[in-house]
């Protein structure tokens, strides 16, 4: 015998019908597969008998009610739609609200999205004026480090430094072409490593000499709003050497007097 794939899914529908209604007969509640597959089955085994499309859709309505289905089906089974060969075509029903009288559940319905408490946000740990002075809108997200964002926004990068947006996780902030205006800051928290963003970090936030590595680094690339840092106040800040950084050569070997 050679079946059709739609005339295969139809057999495999007709099977999971009918063991829903051997599974009702013996008194048993039925779970979301089998209500779906009784309601859908009712529509096809209809149009199969001559009804037009309104008639089978009124038919799977009425063969199932809030006792005939375990709790909660309804609130899952809102819904279902079956393609059924009429008399005139195929045709696509859909059959809503398809057990007549169910109450829902409400909040405890199956997956059923009940907000929790909500999370106060921190206080900002700082405020800074930030300028665009670029002729785009630019957007900075939540958790991005705000010292590596746009090189066209002008602010105070060293006191951004290690720091993030205190907004609520995954908004953003967005800074009109030649705008300005105040944000507040809090501490980047966890491990406070900061991969990526704009490559000025690429590590540990609180390793000894990065912070200096990562203002060289935005000032070479042109950032704006880094500060012209005194040699001997960074080495005042961290007595070790930072990357490149070391004594002066002197055109002499070590060890070796003229």
């Known amino acids: 015998m050679r079946l059709t794939p739609t005339e295969r899914d139809r057999l495999l529908l ?14 048993l509640k039925l779970n979301v597969p089998e209500a779906t597959a009784l309601i859908a089955d009712t529509v096809c085994e209809a149009a199969r008998d001559g009804k037009r499309l ?17 709790p909660g089906v309804s609130d899952v089974v ?5 393609e059924a060969v009429f008399d005139d075509g195929s045709r696509l029903a859909v059959v809503s609200a398809p057990i007549a009288g169910a109450v829902s559940l409400g909040d405890e319905a199956p997956g059923a999205v009940v907000p929790g408490p909500g999370v106060p946000q921190p206080e900002p740990a700082l405020h800074l004026r930030v300028r665009n002075t670029a002729a785009v809108p630019v957007s900075v997200t939540s958790h991005f480090h705000f010292f590596e964002a746009n ?12 720091m993030r947006l205190c907004v609520p996780a ?3 902030v967005r ?3 030649h705008g300005e205006g105040e944000v507040g800051l809090v501490p980047i928290g966890g491990d406070r490593i900061a991969i990526g963003f704009a490559g000025l970090v690429d590590g540990p936030l609180d390793a000894p000499g990065a912070r200096q590595e990562a203002l060289r680094r935005a000032a070479a690339c042109g950032y704006l709003g880094v500060p012209g840092e005194d040699p001997a106040d960074a080495r005042a800040e961290d007595p070790r050497p930072g990357p490149g950084e070391g004594p002066a050569p002197t055109g002499r070997p070590e060890g070796n007097p003229a």
């Open 54 to 70: 309104a008639e089978a859709i009124a038919e799977a309505r009425a063969v199932l009610g809030p006792d005939d289905v375990l």
């Open 78 to 82: 809102t819904e279902v739609h079956v």
């Open 170 to 172: 995954g908004s953003s």
């Open 175 to 177: 800074f009109d072409p």
């Open 14 to 27: 007709r099977s999971a019908a009918e063991l829903a209604r051997a599974r009702r007969a013996r008194g």
């Open 151 to 162: 090189p066209r926004l002008d602010f105070d990068r060293a006191a951004a430094y290690g």
